[in-house]
T-cell receptor, first 114, second 109 residues
Framework: DADVTQTPRNRITKTGKRIMLECSQTKGHDRMYWYRQDPGLGLRLIYYSFDVKDINKGEISDGYSVSRQAQAKFSLSLESAIPNQTALYFC?????????????FGPGTRLTVT | KNEVEQSPQNLTAQEGEFITINCSYSVGISALHWLQQHPGGGIVSLFMLSSGKKKHGRLIATINIQEKHSSLHITASHPRDSAVYICAVSSNTGNQFYFGTGTSLTVIP
């Protein structure tokens, strides 16, 4: 079984709809991240969480919110989706106690907003 | 301004060729990461390094901290190496990752 899972894997939705993307991990890592990937722009950080009570905005948090329900779960919400939020979304985890802060990525969620 | 710059953006090679992808960065880092993204979209970590050189099979990663530069080398390239290779750095503030835009590699049989 994958260590970092994301649901759904693909989603098509309409402008104005509320969408939630979910991420779960079995690695026991405290740190979790949400990124979006757009062609030609690379990965950009939306939100990150260093533990259940710690939520931080990333580079492009406008239009998004997150919830860290437990150590293993980190959800990303689009309260009112717009077409320029069409992108590939990745969840990742890391554990700096390992001494290297290596990131482990989920398989990605392809979101299309029409 | 991008904190991490990669070159080339696209690369096509014949099977068996030696390949080099370059990465330069402008921030203070605690580590540099090389990631591989296959056409299906999944991202896997290839290397994490903070100094010197690491080798896994046909892949070699080097970093020069003074010059803020890293290279990823692939020896005896194979079509299955076709993927997007992404350079990323974790800042020495501990709170940020910066990603390059990736190098799309195609290895032709």
């Amino acid at each position: 079984d994958a260590d970092v899972t994301q649901t759904p894997r693909n989603r098509i939705t309409k402008t104005g709809k509320r969408i939630m993307l979910e991420c779960s991990q079995t690695k026991g890592h405290d740190r979790m991240y949400w990124y979006r990937q757009d062609p030609g722009l690379g990965l950009r950080l939306i939100y990150y969480s260093f533990d259940v009570k710690d939520i931080n905005k990333g580079e492009i948090s406008d239009g998004y919110s997150v919830s860290r329900q437990a150590q293993a779960k980190f959800s990303l919400s689009l309260e009112s989706a717009i077409p320029n939020q069409t992108a590939l979304y990745f969840c990742a985890t890391s554990d700096p106690r390992q001494g290297n802060d290596e990131q482990y990525f989920g398989p990605g969620t392809r979101l299309t907003v029409t | 301004k991008n904190e991490v710059e990669q070159s080339p953006q696209n690369l096509t090679a014949q099977e068996g060729e030696f390949i080099t992808i370059n990465c330069s960065y402008s921030v203070g880092i605690s580590a540099l990461h090389w990631l591989q993204q296959h056409p299906g979209g999944g991202i896997v970590s290839l290397f994490m390094l903070s100094s010197g050189k690491k080798k896994h099979g046909r892949l070699i990663a080097t970093i020069n901290i003074q010059e803020k530069h890293s290279s990823l080398h692939i020896t005896a390239s194979h079509p299955r190496d076709s993927a997007v290779y992404i350079c990323a750095v974790s800042s020495n503030t501990g709170n940020q990752f910066y990603f390059g835009t990736g190098t799309s590699l195609t290895v032709i049989p």
